[in-house]
């Protein structure tokens, strides 16, 4: 299987953030749950203090913005 490079992981994570939308419509959150999940293998719990990669979430973020809302 082949390795993921860096600008697919960056694509896949600003896509999986629009399936948080359902529960609030929130880009900057939304993509800061997939980088948290990717970065420490869970979802954040509520008193979830962990750093995510600042430049990872950016670059997800600014992704998910190019990307727009899904059809």
Excluded at 16 to 39: G, K
């Amino acid at each position: 299987m082949a390795e993921q490079t860096h600008e697919q992981l960056v694509l896949d994570l600003a896509r999986q953030s629009f399936t948080f939308d359902a529960t609030a419509s929130d880009a900057e959150r939304n993509c800061w749950l997939v980088v948290h999940r990717h970065a420490h293998g869970v979802l954040p719990s509520e008193y979830d203090i962990r750093e995510v990669p600042e430049d990872l979430y950016l670059e997800v973020l600014e992704q998910r913005r190019r990307l727009g809302a899904p059809d």
